[in-house]
Structure formats: structure tokens, C-alpha cells
């Protein structure tokens, strides 16, 4: 069977085989609609595969954003989303249509990990497992290694040294999780025990 495959905010990256959204028609576009706008235009478990570049710091709700590409996605889709480090400066802040930056932390609140060893993600039923996280640098720090050097240690880096060698972006590579709902709701339910 096919994959069927979501490129979000599209722009002029039109992908052949995709369905290609963007709020502008234009040559390639297949689905016409604002981001900002909720619930996206598909069903539930729609999607194997999703992919948006440089969408999510133009938005103004990034919650509802994440828990829009969980509802569209069939359980383990990929997700690629790719966006602006806090530490690129003004590749980040230059633009006036961006809402904010992000660090790696992005998706901590939903990692699957963390729901199950109890430390930290939030009560969403919204769950992906974080397959990658990379930082993507000038020509300059990857010739010199630090690109290499930084992926390795991504909390190291964004703890002490970011704003000596910034980044220009951040790209997360996600797995969506719904086939542990029962045993996630279980957790859910005695995590809210504890906490109220």
C-alpha cells in the first residue's frame, strides 16, 4: 500500500507523490489552508508521513500545532519538522512573521520516555518517540568539527556554548505513538492521582 504523505506549508516545495498544503494557491498546492486555523482540514489517522520545514515558529500556538499532526497522523508516522535554533540570532528573530524560537527541548514534554519513567512530560495524550534531533551549522563550524562535535552533545552544547557557535537549524525527527494509549492512560490517570 502506499504512503500517503503531508507536506505542510508547502511553499514553492512542491513533492511529487505528497499532498502539498500551503495557505497560498500556487502551482502544486493540493490542499489550500491557514495553519492557524483548527482542526486542519483530515481526518484522523490520515497520514505515514509529515513533513514541515520552517513552519512551526510562524505559528502562534505551537500546543495546538503538535496535537493537530498527532490527530492527522496513523500511529508510528514519521514526523520531520525543521525550524530555527534560538541561538541562530537573527536567522531566527530577523524575520517579523516568526512567533519564536526553539531549543532541542521542543518535544520533551511529549516523548514517549519521559511519559513512561514519570520525569516531566505533560498529561497529553499526545505522545511521539524522538527518533533524532540535529543541529545544522554554517559551512565554517562543519568544516572545523564543531557541527559534529555539538550533535553529540546537544545539552552540553545548549546549556554553555550555544551562543559562541550558533546554529542555524534544528530538525527533529519523531515517531508518532498511539498504540500505547492504554498502558499511556493508565500512566495519565495515576500521574493525576499524585498531582491533585
Known amino acids: 500500500m502506499e504512503k500517503i504523505k503531508l507536506n505542510l506549508g508547502c511553499g514553492l516545495d512542491i513533492r511529487k507523490g505528497w499532498v502539498n498544503l500551503d495557505a497560498i494557491k500556487?502551482?502544486?498546492?493540493?490542499?489550500?489552508?491557514?495553519?492557524?486555523k483548527y482542526p486542519?482540514?483530515?481526518k484522523d489517522d490520515t497520514f505515514d508521513e509529515i513533513f514541515a520545514s520552517h513552519i512551526i515558529e510562524h505559528l502562534p500556538d505551537t500546543v495546538s500545532f503538535?496535537?493537530?499532526?498527532?490527530?492527522?497522523?496513523?500511529?508510528?508516522?514519521?514526523i520531520i519538522i525543521k525550524t530555527d535554533h534560538y541561538s541562530g540570532g537573527s536567522l531566527g528573530w530577523g524575520d517579523p512573521e516568526h512567533q519564536r524560537v526553539f531549543s532541542s527541548q521542543l518535544f520533551h514534554n511529549y516523548n514517549i520516555k519521559f511519559m513512561i519513567t514519570g520525569?516531566?512530560?505533560?498529561?497529553?495524550k499526545e505522545k511521539f518517540k524522538v527518533i533524532?534531533?540535529?543541529?545544522r551549522?554554517?559551512?565554517?563550524?562543519?568544516?572545523?568539527?564543531?557541527?559534529?562535535?555539538?550533535?553529540?552533545?546537544?545539552?552540553?552544547?545548549?546549556?554553555?556554548?550555544?551562543?559562541?557557535f550558533?546554529?542555524?537549524?534544528?530538525?527533529?525527527?519523531?515517531?508518532?505513538?498511539?498504540?500505547?494509549?492504554?498502558?499511556?492512560?493508565?500512566?495519565?490517570?495515576?500521574?493525576?492521582?499524585?498531582?491533585?
Open 26 to 36: 500556487t502551482k502544486g498546492v493540493d490542499v489550500i489552508h491557514n495553519l492557524n
Open 40 to 42: 486542519y482540514p483530515f
Open 66 to 78: 503538535i496535537k493537530e499532526i498527532w490527530r492527522i497522523s496513523k500511529p508510528n508516522a514519521k
Open 119 to 124: 520525569s516531566g512530560a505533560s498529561l497529553s
Open 132 to 135: 533524532r534531533i540535529r543541529l
Open 137 to 164: 551549522f554554517g559551512k565554517l563550524h562543519t568544516l572545523l568539527g564543531i557541527s559534529w562535535l555539538m550533535n553529540r552533545h546537544i545539552d552540553f552544547y545548549e546549556s554553555f556554548v550555544s551562543y559562541l
Open 166 to 196: 550558533p546554529a542555524r537549524q534544528l530538525i527533529f525527527e519523531l515517531e508518532v505513538v498511539k498504540n500505547n494509549l492504554i498502558s499511556s492512560n493508565k500512566i495519565l490517570r495515576s500521574r493525576k492521582e499524585v498531582f491533585s
